[in-house]
């Protein structure tokens, strides 16, 4: 079965940069795309970022130019590297295989504030 494991999520100061990774098992990585969704209080979970197997990648217009993913495939890892936070940015972060939709981990929180 597919399991995700968010990580990496913190409390941190607007402006300042964290990096999340996402664990995968149950599924073959590395012909897998994996996104990263996030969902603020009372709002919509929305896409962010993809990556595809070949690499090549998407972004939200809202973090474009200042989020960055990648994927390990040595690792069967997704990371989502976040600079430039914004109080906005402040959501619980979640990974996600298109493949596998309907199966979500437990996410990390990113907290933007002073």
């Known amino acids: 079965q597919v399991q995700l494991v968010e990580s990496g999520g913190a409390l941190v100061q607007p402006g300042g940069s964290l990096r999340l990774s996402c664990a995968a098992s149950?599924?073959?990585?590395?012909?897998?795309?994996m996104d990263w969704y996030r969902q603020a209080p009372g709002k919509e979970r929305v896409l962010v970022a993809r990556?595809?197997?070949?690499?090549?990648?998407t972004y939200a217009d809202s973090v474009k130019g200042r989020f960055t993913i990648s994927r390990d495939n040595a690792q069967d890892t997704v990371y989502l590297q976040m600079n430039s936070l914004k109080p906005e940015d402040t959501a619980v972060y979640y990974c996600?295989?298109?493949?596998?939709?309907?199966?979500w981990g437990q996410g990390t929180q990113v907290t933007v504030s002073s």
């Open positions: 149950g599924i073959i990585f590395s012909i897998s795309t």
């Open positions: 996600n295989v298109p493949a596998f939709s309907r199966s």
């Open positions: 990556i595809f197997r070949d690499g090549s990648t």
